[in-house]
C-alpha cells in the first residue's frame, strides 16, 4: 500500500505564490507516475500535471507556464510550485499515484491523497 499526504495549501492572493508538498510512504519502490490533480467546488476533477517514471509531463493548458512539478526522491515527496496565481485556481489540489509509467487517463491512478485546499482572493 501507498499513502500519500498533501500539504501546503492555504489562502493566497492573486499573483502570489504557493509550493504544495506530498509526501509518499509505504511501498514507494512499486510507484511510478505521479501527478496533481484539483477539483473546484461544483467541477469535476481536472489534471493540473502528470510526470512519467522517465520524467515526461503533462500539464494544463491553463497552467502551464505558471505551475512546476518536481520530485525529490530523497525524501519522497513530490512538489507543485505555483506562481501567479489566479482566483480559478481556486480548488482542492489533490496528488496522485499509478504504478504504470506513465498515466494518461485519471482512472489509471491507483492512489490519491486527501487534498489540500488552496484559495485564491483577487
Known amino acids: 500500500q501507498v499513502q500519500l499526504v498533501e500539504s501546503g495549501g492555504g489562502l493566497v492572493q492573486a499573483g502570489g505564490s504557493l509550493r504544495l508538498s506530498c509526501a509518499v510512504s509505504?511501498?514507494?519502490?512499486?510507484?511510478?507516475?505521479m501527478g496533481w490533480y484539483r477539483q473546484a467546488p461544483g467541477k469535476e476533477r481536472e489534471l493540473v500535471v502528470t510526470?512519467?517514471?522517465?520524467?515526461?509531463?503533462i500539464f494544463a493548458g491553463s497552467v502551464k507556464g505558471r505551475f512546476t512539478i518536481s520530485r525529490d526522491n530523497a525524501k519522497n515527496t513530490l512538489y507543485l510550485q505555483m506562481n501567479s496565481l489566479k482566483p480559478e485556481d481556486t480548488a482542492m489540489y489533490y496528488c496522485?499515484?499509478?504504478?504504470?509509467?506513465?498515466?494518461?487517463?485519471?482512472?489509471?491512478?491507483?492512489?490519491w491523497g486527501q487534498g489540500t485546499q488552496v484559495i485564491v482572493s483577487s
Open positions: 496522485a499515484a499509478s504504478h504504470r509509467p506513465t498515466v494518461t487517463i485519471t482512472k489509471d491512478y491507483d492512489y
Open positions: 509505504g511501498s514507494i519502490f512499486s510507484i511510478n507516475a
Open positions: 510526470v512519467s517514471s522517465g520524467g515526461s509531463t
